[in-house]
Nanobody, 128 residues
Framework: QVQLVESGGGLMQTGDSLRLSCAAS????????MGWFRQTPGKAREVVSA????????TYAKSIKGRFTISGDNAKNTMYLQMNNLTPEDTAVYYC?????????????????????WGQGTQVTVSS
C-alpha cells in the first residue's frame, strides 16, 4: 500500500508562486505515472499535470500550461508541482496521485479512475 502525503498549500495572492510536494511511502515502485489533480466544489476532479516515472512524457492542462511545472525526485520518493503566476481560477483542493503500470503498460493519465493511490489533498486559495 502506497501512502502519499501532500504539503505546501496555502493562501496566496494573484501572481504569487507556490510549490506543492507529495511524498510517497513506497520505495519499490518501478513503472508508474505521477499526477496532480485539482477539484473545486461541485465540479469533477480534473487533471493538472501528469508525468511518467522516467520523465519521458509530461502533459499539462491547457489552463495551466506555461505556468505550472511537474517534477519528481526519485531518490526522495517525492513529486512536486511548481505553480507560478497564480490566479483566482487556480483556487482548488490539489491532489497528488500515482498510477502503477501493469505489465509495463500505462493507462490514460487524465482519468482520475485510472490512478491507484491518492494524497489527502491540500487547499490552495488565490485571492485577487
Amino acid at each position: 500500500q502506497v501512502q502519499l502525503v501532500e504539503s505546501g498549500g496555502g493562501l496566496m495572492q494573484t501572481g504569487d508562486s507556490l510549490r506543492l510536494s507529495c511524498a510517497a511511502s513506497e520505495r519499490t515502485l518501478t513503472s508508474y505515472t505521477m499526477g496532480w489533480f485539482r477539484q473545486t466544489p461541485g465540479k469533477a476532479r480534473e487533471v493538472v499535470s501528469a508525468r511518467t516515472w522516467s520523465g519521458s512524457s509530461t502533459t499539462y492542462a491547457k489552463s495551466i500550461k506555461g505556468r505550472f511545472t511537474i517534477s519528481g525526485d526519485n531518490a526522495k520518493n517525492t513529486m512536486y508541482l511548481q505553480m507560478n503566476n497564480l490566479t483566482p481560477e487556480d483556487t482548488a483542493v490539489y491532489y497528488c496521485a500515482v498510477q502503477v503500470w501493469r505489465d509495463g503498460i500505462s493507462r490514460p493519465e487524465a482519468s482520475p479512475g485510472e490512478y491507484d493511490y491518492w494524497g489527502q489533498g491540500t487547499q490552495v486559495t488565490v485571492s485577487s
